[in-house]
Structures are given as structure tokens and as C-alpha cells.
């Protein structure tokens, strides 16, 4: 089992910077492969960036490559979503999730979900 914590969402303005944090508890943290997804309002939920349990790679959707970061820091069993240059579309509730499958960009392949946190870009 894995429980799952994210932070660090807030009201920023366009250009702006966020880093997001996902805390996990449990073990075998460094097991799972760990996903950030986003929803928009009226949107499905969709994948945003993955990181490997080994943290040496990382994938993200095309619409945040070069603007966004994942990475874990295996002492603290936390992932960041840095979050850099943001735009209004990126306004949603951002989900941590781990699970088995690595590479995957698939709701289903991950077990575990955090409880979110709102993300709200103004232009």
C-alpha cells in the first residue's frame, strides 16, 4: 500500500512558477513508477508527466515538455511537479499517483492516487 499527499498548489499569475510535492508513505516507495495527471474543469483527467521508481527517466505530455520538471527525492519518498512558465490552460486539480508499470501514461496503471490539489493560472 501507498498513501499519497500532494501540496503546493495556489492562485499564480500567468508566467508564473509552482512547484507541486507528492509525499508518499509506505513502503517500497522507490518501487512504483509515479505519475502526475491534471483535470480541468469539464475535461477528462489527463497525463501530465512519469517518472521511473529508479528516477532516472522521465516523460511528460507534449503541451509541458520544456516547462515542467518531474523529479523524486528517495530520502524524503517525495516527487515535485516543478511547474515553470504557466498558462491558463494549465488551470486544473493535479493528481500524484504511483504504479507498477513504467512508461505507462494510463489512468489504470496506476493504483494509488493522492487526493489532489487545485492549480489556478489567471491571465
Known amino acids: 500500500q501507498v498513501q499519497l499527499v500532494e501540496s503546493g498548489g495556489g492562485l499564480v499569475q500567468a508566467g508564473d512558477s509552482l512547484r507541486l510535492a507528492c509525499a508518499a508513505s509506505?513502503?517500497?516507495?522507490?518501487?512504483?513508477?509515479m505519475g502526475w495527471f491534471r483535470q480541468a474543469p469539464g475535461k477528462e483527467r489527463e497525463f501530465v508527466a512519469g517518472i521511473t521508481g529508479s528516477g532516472g527517466s522521465t516523460y511528460y505530455v507534449d503541451s509541458v515538455k520544456g516547462r515542467f520538471t518531474v523529479s523524486t527525492d528517495s530520502v524524503k519518498n517525495t516527487v515535485y511537479l516543478q511547474m515553470n512558465s504557466l498558462k491558463p490552460e494549465d488551470t486544473a486539480v493535479y493528481y500524484c499517483?504511483?504504479?507498477?508499470?513504467?512508461?505507462?501514461?494510463?489512468?489504470?496503471?496506476?493504483?494509488?492516487w493522492g487526493q489532489g490539489t487545485q492549480v489556478t493560472v489567471s491571465s
Open positions: 509506505g513502503r517500497a516507495f522507490s518501487r512504483y513508477a
Open positions: 499517483a504511483a504504479g507498477r508499470v513504467t512508461y505507462s501514461r494510463s489512468e489504470s496503471d496506476f493504483g494509488f
